[in-house]
């Protein structure tokens, strides 16, 4: 147990010893600075005072003891020291810091309740429980200050604690503050928490229900008699460290959806994903992050990947030029600082290997951050606590929004040589209509996507999304059409048998069809649709539109593509 210390320290004085007091050069007043002589001076005096005092306080008599004892109890009355009921205790939930940050240790208010004072001085004493622990502030504390609720120090910053049992610490400031009569003010105590402590367990502090510190005295005159004030305080906020920050990883509500990329694409967006840290604890650098690419067979489809802050566009870390030989991009060297309590969006970027270049059609990826395994030696990302110094892993790495960890999985995307889009034209018809024995109902443009090598995508089967209150009394005709009604454009026809109502259609045949490419610019075909309407009735209704595997392409390497970004396509209603 270590030995009882019954001394106070006070401002710029030690106490058998320097005390590591630093003077914060904000409380001192051009050309008020104290010399090291003047102060040994003033000590020497009052040290010679308080002597003076005690001895006349030896030589009262027991007739004294009453009238003693009533002073004190107005001492005591007079000014009214309460914990800060603004700032709650600390626990897991609402941690009050990590190692390495500096935190409130305590708050409190003094109120005076008979006249207006001036505080001459206010002693706080370290309250660890050293019988149970064997632990004092100093074994994990230092720069220990006292401030007004702006901010503003009371005195001094006592810089290295001094490890002893009840060890106190007077602020005295410079000038005697006031408070009025019912004013209430507020003082908060904070000190900073030491990387590399000397506690047996961090329980010692987050175990102490009544906090380390409390208010040892303060110490106040009163204005109009003159009289002094005594008041203490023995419990203040309980507090509860964390030995590191946390980390978030998890999918960005603006993640890019998973589309068809062409060949030669640049500067692609393939995911997004969230860094978020732990509220109230420490900021949080991020100094690796490994990206798999799930679903790739082509290592080489990717190059020149590349990481930037989704929020600013600058970019984290350097360039990638490839994959490594496991399909992972690892960015290393990032210094990528999250902010506690904050959230840094980083948007994953990539060029698309050309097809000249050894890019490969049909190829699929996936990127990933997978979670921390317990049995899987390596992390996907690899942080470090800003204050604590702590790495950031295990427990304090969370993936995904879950309870649970998991995978934090973009989407999918699909490389081609080429990329068809399908849109209704804008001179489709809509609304009423007469009704006719071909009627164009509906009209299509397919586009073929810019793309390096110029390459065409060809159009292997064109189905349709047919809704319609029309009965037929006699076999009646759907056909589609490249680019003009005219029989030498015919693509495919279908023939509605007599008494059904019109519906989908999958045509036998389709006549393949070309639309041209080119590196310069996109390529369109339009597809018209023309149906027999000679049975539409009062009231009828025809839609015609696309629905997903309604179309089959190619980009001249990949057969029967049916995926289509911009599919379904809905119709228009017609009316009759």
């Not at 081609?416 to 489709?428: E, G, P, Q, V």
């Not at 023939?495 to 490419?517: K, P, Q, R």
Request: net charge negative; aromatic share 6%.
């Amino acid at each position: 147990m270590k030995k009882m210390m019954l001394c106070v320290v006070v401002a710029l004085v030690g106490c058998g010893g320097s005390t590591g007091l630093i003077d914060d050069p904000r409380l001192v007043a051009d050309g008020d600075a104290d010399s090291d002589s003047d102060t040994d001076a003033d000590t020497d005096s009052d040290a010679d005072a308080d002597a003076d005092s005690d001895s006349d306080s030896d030589s009262n008599s027991d007739a004294d003891v009453d009238s003693d004892s009533d002073a004190d109890a107005d001492q005591q009355d007079c000014l009214l020291v309460e914990k800060n009921w603004e700032i709650p205790d600390a626990s897991p939930e609402l941690p009050s810091g990590v190692l390495g940050s500096e935190i409130a240790v305590g708050s409190f208010s003094v109120t005076s309740l008979c006249e207006d004072v001036d505080i001459t001085q206010i002693i706080l004493a370290d309250d660890m429980d050293v019988d149970a622990t064997g632990d004092t502030m100093a074994d994990i504390f230092q720069n220990l200050q006292l401030t007004f609720r702006d901010g503003t120090r009371v005195a001094g910053v006592f810089g290295w604690l001094t490890d002893l049992e009840g060890m106190t610490y007077a602020f005295t400031p410079r000038i005697p503050f006031r408070v009025r009569v019912d004013e209430r003010i507020v003082f908060h105590v904070f000190a900073d928490v030491m990387r590399e402590h000397s506690l047996s367990s961090l329980g010692d502090v987050n175990d102490d229900t009544d906090g380390v510190v409390n208010v040892s005295e303060v110490i106040a005159a009163g204005m109009e008699s003159g009289a002094p004030y005594l008041a203490d305080l023995d419990d203040l906020q309980r507090l509860w460290l964390a030995e590191r920050g946390g980390l978030t990883v998890s999918l960005d509500p603006h993640n890019p959806p998973g589309r068809q990329l062409v060949m030669g694409a640049e500067d692609v967006e393939v995911a997004r994903f969230d860094f978020s840290a732990s509220r109230l604890l420490e900021n949080v650098v991020v100094d690796e992050v490994t990206i798999h690419f799930d679903l790739l067979v082509g290592l080489g489809s990717l190059w020149n990947l590349k990481l930037r802050r989704a929020d600013t566009g600058a970019q984290i870390g350097g360039t990638l030029a490839s994959l490594n030989n496991l399909g992972e991009a690892v960015f290393d060297w990032l210094s990528l600082e999250v902010p506690a309590g904050g959230i840094i969006p980083v948007s994953l970027t990539a060029e698309v290997t050309s097809w000249e270049g050894g890019g490969r059609s049909g190829d699929q990826f996936q990127p990933v951050i997978r979670m921390d395994e317990p049995d899987v030696p390596a992390v996907s990302v690899q942080a470090t606590g800003r204050s604590s110094g702590q790495s950031i892993d295990g427990p304090s790495q969370h993936y995904g929004l879950g309870e649970e960890d998991e995978d934090v999985l973009a989407n999918v995307f699909t490389i081609y040589r080429t990329r068809i889009t399908i849109s209704r034209a804008a001179d489709s018809p809509c609304g009423p209509q007469s009704s006719s024995s071909r009627q164009t109902v509906a009209k299509f443009v397919v586009n073929n996507a810019m793309n390096e090598g110029s390459y065409s995508a060809t159009i292997s089967r064109f189905n349709l999304d047919v809704g319609s209150t029309i009965e037929t009394t006699a076999p009646r005709a759907v056909r589609v059409y490249k680019d003009s009604v005219m029989e030498s454009n015919l693509l495919a026809e279908y023939n509605y048998l007599a008494g059904v109502t019109m519906g989908d259609v999958d045509f036998d045949s389709f006549e393949e069809t070309e639309i041209v490419g080119s590196n310069s610019a996109d390529h369109t075909r339009t597809f018209i649709v023309t149906l027999d309407t000679s049975d539409a009735a009062t009231d009828d209704r025809v839609t015609v539109g696309l629905d997903l595997g309604d179309i089959a392409w190619s980009d001249g390497i990949s057969e029967e593509i049916t995926a289509i970004d911009t599919l379904p396509v809905a119709g228009c209603t017609l009316a009759y």
